[in-house]
């Protein structure tokens, strides 16, 4: 098709210049998010000072027991992210490690429990270590125990469950990382005599940090929100802040409480993200390991 | 050498932790076919179970409404999903860096925070309880997974390709019908697999957004799973575990020619 050159060059330009006709192409899906996701939370913002008042903070903090609620939440999120750590690196660090053969097992182990529903594998759980579970009747019948041991409605089920849940998210950023360590350094420290396992701390491990900054920060930020696998597995005393929040809404109907605890959870889930996130810049970049 | 011991150690511990992830996911299926009524591992084997869910009208229901749920949120996910993360990578201005985040954020809000928030503010639109609500919120929640797709798709893109359509013509439509879509496929088709696994496995905003006479499968398992405890969950658990990893195997599988057919 034979056209005037100016128009052909002007029309190639046009497809490289910034364009704001892709801007359009956005903007349906930016306008959506907009009414559907910022305007409920935007409800919740305001709930939470007018049904009746700001008193519901007030609330919130004066109240030992809601504080209670907000301290096991931290700490079921630390000790979930702790056991996160201890299971997920050897974990990835063996997936970094493995052969075709290997790698393939362990990357099945771990992806099919995360594509699988939240829901099912709680209850999976519900049926392995209540006391007619599973576990229970097994080691009843293998004469271990007489009276069956309390795994479930306590903080042991609890930390059992999440972090079955929480493992994927800890290990897939680690190997990310890991993945890239060129392995030819533990094996130039190696040759400068170095013992395997010094050669593992100050080469592999410090490499690898970025990973394990990045799993941790995620799973604890994950933890905070939880709310179907603490219901199930915990106890009365293992309320987290998630089903603190639901139960204010479907059982007390107190929407303006509720919104004032959600509020205050999205405040400190975003805390913890940022100051985490920038933690993990500095380091990036004072390592120059910043791409 | 030395290290071959502790590298044993460690595949030996790594081994541990694999059957501590996979023996709860799949503990459920032998648990399905129990001809015993008890949630155990069976001694006689038996179907009952799978024939009572799918005679029971509660179940057929439940599941056909969340199939419907699903389906209407891949499409919506999609087209929106596409266009956003086609336009982002295109448009030259610094609104695109805020503007990803936005549509990401969903990702980071706690969940149950976002279905109390649906909750309040879809009630003052009367859309609580229906499906148009509750498409309306995974559609949220989908959003971000169609964009990682999709984005990761188009950055594979090459730009060229672009340029030579419109030398020779074509019009922006055009280009995106003929050049651009066919080979940002894969990461379409992924980025729709997992808006259908967001929203099919759904529970905390499903439990907000439903009603006695509207309720998906995951919020009846939800009900079922803290009153009537027998097989039949284990066997509604086997369906859903094998929806979820045939899904997503797929997905997976066209994740990765994407990325190995543009290196």
């Known amino acids: ?291 | 050498m030395s290290c071959s011991r502790h590298r044993k150690a460690v595949y030996a511990f790594a081994t541990l932790v694999g059957a501590f992830l996979l023996l709860p996911t799949l503990v459920v299926v032998p648990m399905s076919f129990n001809k015993g009524s008890r949630l155990e591992l069976p001694h006689s084997l038996s179907l009952k179970w799978y024939e009572a869910i799918f005679d029971s009208t509660m179940w057929r229901d439940a599941m056909w409404t969340s199939a419907q749920v699903a389906l209407l949120t891949v499409v919506f996910a999609t087209v929106l999903g596409t266009a956003a993360a086609l336009g982002l990578a295109r448009w030259r201005s610094k609104a695109v860096g805020p503007l990803m985040g936005l549509l990401l954020s969903p990702l980071i809000v706690p969940v149950v925070i976002f279905a109390v928030g649906v909750f309040l503010r879809y009630s003052q639109w009367h859309i609580t309880g229906t499906m148009t609500g509750l498409v309306l919120a995974h559609v949220v929640m989908a959003l971000p997974f169609v964009m990682v797709s999709v984005g990761s798709s188009v950055r594979t893109l090459d730009r060229n390709l672009e340029l030579a359509a419109a030398s020779l013509g074509a019009g922006p439509v055009l280009t995106f019908r003929r050049v651009i879509l066919p080979l940002i496929v894969p990461g379409v088709v992924a980025g729709a697999l997992f808006a259908f696994i967001t929203s099919w496995d759904e529970i905390v905003v499903a439990i907000f957004m439903t009603s006695p006479t509207f309720r998906t499968l995951p919020v009846v398992m939800w009900s079922q799973v803290r009153t009537q405890v027998d097989p039949s969950l284990a066997a509604v658990g086997t369906l859903l575990l094998a929806v979820s990893t045939l899904v997503l195997l797929a997905a997976t599988l066209l994740r990765r020619t994407t990325r190995s057919s543009h290196g």
């Open chain 1, 1 to 291: 098709m034979v056209e005037a050159r100016g128009t052909v060059e002007s029309r190639a330009r046009g497809a490289e210049d910034a364009g704001w006709h892709w801007a359009l192409l956005a903007l349906p899906a930016v306008a959506f998010v907009a009414v559907f996701f910022v305007v409920p939370l935007g409800e919740m913002v305001v709930q939470s000072i007018t049904e009746p008042s700001p008193d519901n903070y007030a609330t919130f903090v004066d109240t030992h027991a809601y504080v209670r609620v907000l301290l096991q939440t931290f700490r079921t999120a630390a000790i979930v992210t702790v056991t996160s750590i201890v299971l997920g690196y050897p974990y990835a660090y063996a997936m970094r490690r493995a052969g075709r053969l290997g790698f393939a097992a362990l990357s099945m182990a771990l992806l099919l429990p995360f594509w699988s529903s939240l829901l099912v594998r709680t209850f999976a759980w519900t049926t392995l270590l209540q006391d007619t579970g599973v576990i229970n009747k097994a080691l009843m019948s293998l004469g271990v125990i007489d009276e069956p041991l309390a795994l479930m409605r306590n903080s042991l089920g609890v930390t059992i469950g999440m972090s079955h849940i929480m493992l994927p998210y800890m290990v897939l950023p680690l190997y990310a990382v890991m993945s890239r360590i060129d392995l030819s350094l533990t094996d130039a420290a190696k040759s400068l005599g170095a013992g395997p396992v010094t050669a593992f701390r100050r080469v592999f491990l410090p490499l690898s940090a970025p990973g394990l900054a990045a799993g941790t920060l995620l799973v604890f930020v994950l933890s905070l929100g939880f709310y179907i696998t603490p219901a199930l597995l915990g106890g009365p005393q293992n309320v987290l802040i998630g089903q603190l929040i639901a139960d204010q809404v479907s059982i007390n109907v107190n929407f303006g409480f509720a919104s004032a605890v959600g509020i205050v959870l999205l405040v400190l889930t975003l805390l913890v993200l940022g100051t985490g996130g920038l933690l993990l810049q500095r380091s990036a970049a004072f390592k120059g390991l910043a791409r």
